[in-house]
């Protein structure tokens, strides 16, 4: 059998053992743990970035792309310096450096986006990568320190290799199902970075080598200090979203829910008739219009928010019956808790997908169905299509209506693709919204922001909407017929199989949302 060469000047048998540098227990719970915090970053990555950037397929795929990055830097760098320096030492520095560094996330990035927001995609990608290289950097490592022999290289690769998978399962399920939904997010970075550094001083003291640990340690504390001082904090931290209540100094009873920087809905707890954000007054016109006064209705809600509407509709139509669709149960209980909503009134709000939960409503129940779900500033996509759209119209009945709010802006792509894919469903369709933003002034400039578009399969009285508009003193106007159709233009249908919602929109201003 021909030598291979050994760490030493003598030749050794293939197969020959040499001294273990780490027990395989040992080896699996590095690897193991190494990439389930890879992914734990990860994903609280994406919701630390989503009040800034927003919560869209670009957001996600940037931070993916950082991830998946931080592992092929950090496991080419790793390989290639355990075979130059004594593995055993580079494993503290690893863990304990990666862990400071979480640690910090969370202040670093909000007082980024606070006081120099452009920069913050470049801290956010440091904060990533550096964590995420050093923590992949741990696999090739303890392989290099398991590889006693040549004839066990296969068998020790392999097992590792599942191990790192197995841990990033872990903990890709254990952030998005247990701790995102228990724990604040600045919480579970602070948590995780408080292992890491203790992992890394355990290694320390193992290989009696780097020392940085007491240092790191500190580190660690003035990032959980700083995260209780850091601007963009929560009120509170749900499965989706980072959520306050702001009470508005002009008006004692009233509140704003604000969802990842953006203001979502506006609730007056003791005058659920007061509607201050135009869209919503915009959809209390066409509804108002469509059927009779203080007429109860049986009504279907895609979203909920502050259940600005579903109110709206208690209070001023006796007797209607509200289903409400809101994916977030933290977004439901600060409305029980701190928007004033009880029990009965017609309301009944489960937490589910929209989508769905209008799987679950029954072939033509529903006088109305309301549109008013949102992933920061886009309508989620799967709500947007047109097999979404026939379940709509399957729920209504003959005279039901659907009525959905939209924001977009720049040249409307995304606007006009929705309310073609409307057109393909519904045999009549409308939008209220700006003039200049739905073809009504083309000698303006289109600024954008909210548009509401109603659908039917009979005709929608326009003037009597229109008139519901004005006395509301919205300044919107209603765009129909051969208007809606050039302002439509050649805008795509969006369907299951092709729905580019997140492509179509516009870079926005988040102060001129709703």
């Known amino acids: 059998m021909s030598p291979v060469t050994g760490t030493s000047s003598s030749p050794v048998a293939e197969g020959t053992p040499r001294r273990q540098g780490l027990g395989p227990r040992a080896a699996a719970v590095l690897v193991f743990?190494?990439?389930?915090?890879?992914?734990?970053?990860?994903?609280?990555?994406?919701?630390?970035?989503?009040p800034y950037l927003g919560l869209t397929l670009e957001t996600s795929t940037m931070v993916i792309g950082i991830a998946l990055s931080a592992i092929a830097v950090g496991s080419w760098l790793g390989g290639r310096i355990a075979d130059q320096v004594d593995p055993r030492r580079l494993i503290g520095p690893s863990l304990g450096v990666s862990g400071a560094v979480v640690a910090l996330t969370p202040a670093v990035l909000r007082t980024t986006a606070e006081w120099a927001a452009p920069l913050l995609l470049l801290i956010a990608a440091g904060t990533i990568l550096v964590p995420g290289a050093l923590l992949s950097a741990v696999t090739p490592i303890v392989t290099k320190l398991r590889l006693t022999s040549l004839a066990e290289t296969g068998t020790v690769v392999g097992r590792l290799s599942g191990v790192g998978t197995v841990g990033a399962i872990v903990g890709t399920v254990l952030t998005g199902f247990v701790l995102v939904s228990r724990l604040p997010v600045s919480g579970i970075l602070i948590g995780l970075g408080t292992l890491l550094v203790v992992g890394g001083g355990l290694a320390e003291w193992r290989t009696r080598g780097w020392t940085g640990t007491p240092a790191l340690t500190l580190v660690v504390v003035a990032g959980g200090l700083a995260t209780t001082v850091a601007?963009?904090?929560?009120?509170?931290?749900?499965?989706?979203?980072?959520?306050?209540?702001?009470?508005?100094?002009?008006?004692?009873?009233?509140?704003?829910?604000?969802?990842?920087g953006l203001r979502h809905s506006y609730v007056d707890t003791d005058d659920p008739t007061f509607l201050e954000f135009e869209y919503v007054r915009a959809i209390a016109s066409v509804v108002d219009a469509a059927f009779p006064e203080r007429e109860p209705l049986t009504a279907h809600h895609l979203g909920g928010g502050g259940l600005t509407f579903p109110r709206y509709l208690a209070a001023t139509r006796p007797g209607t019956r509200s289903l409400v669709s809101e994916i977030d149960g933290g977004v439901v209980r600060i409305n029980r808790e701190?928007?004033?909503?009880r029990p009965g009134g017609g309301i009944d709000v489960r937490v589910e997908d929209g989508r769905l939960g209008l799987r679950r409503v029954d072939d033509g129940s529903r006088d109305l169905v309301v549109g008013d779900a949102f992933g920061g500033v886009s309508v989620p996509w799967h709500l947007t299509t047109?097999?979404?759209?026939?379940?709509?119209?399957?729920?209504?009945?003959?005279?039901g209506l659907y009525v959905a709010n939209l924001i977009d802006h720049g040249a409307m792509a995304f606007a006009r693709a929705e309310v073609a894919t409307l057109s393909e469903t519904f045999d009549h369709?409308?939008?209220?919204?700006?003039?200049?933003?739905i073809g009504l002034d083309p000698t303006a400039t289109s600024a954008g922001g909210n548009l509401v578009v109603v659908a039917a399969d009979r005709p929608i009285d326009v003037r009597a909407t229109q008139e519901a508009l004005d006395t509301r003193r919205t300044g919107w106007q209603i765009a129909t017929g051969e208007v809606l159709t050039s302002w439509i233009g050649d805008a795509?249908?969006?369907?299951?199989?092709?729905?580019?919602?997140d492509q179509l929109l516009q870079p926005y201003s988040p102060q001129s949302i709703r």
């Open 33 to 50: 743990g190494s990439s389930a915090a890879v992914l734990v970053v990860e994903i609280v990555a994406l919701r630390l970035l989503a």
């Open 231 to 260: 601007p963009g904090a929560c009120d509170t931290e749900t499965k989706y979203h980072c959520a306050r209540v702001v009470a508005d100094p002009d008006r004692d009873s009233g509140r704003t829910l604000v969802l990842d």
């Open 338 to 341: 701190q928007l004033g909503l």
């Open 386 to 399: 047109v097999e979404a759209m026939r379940d709509v119209r399957r729920v209504l009945g003959e005279d």
């Open 429 to 437: 369709v409308a939008v209220l919204g700006e003039p200049a933003d």
């Open 492 to 501: 795509q249908l969006l369907t299951d199989d092709y729905a580019p919602v």
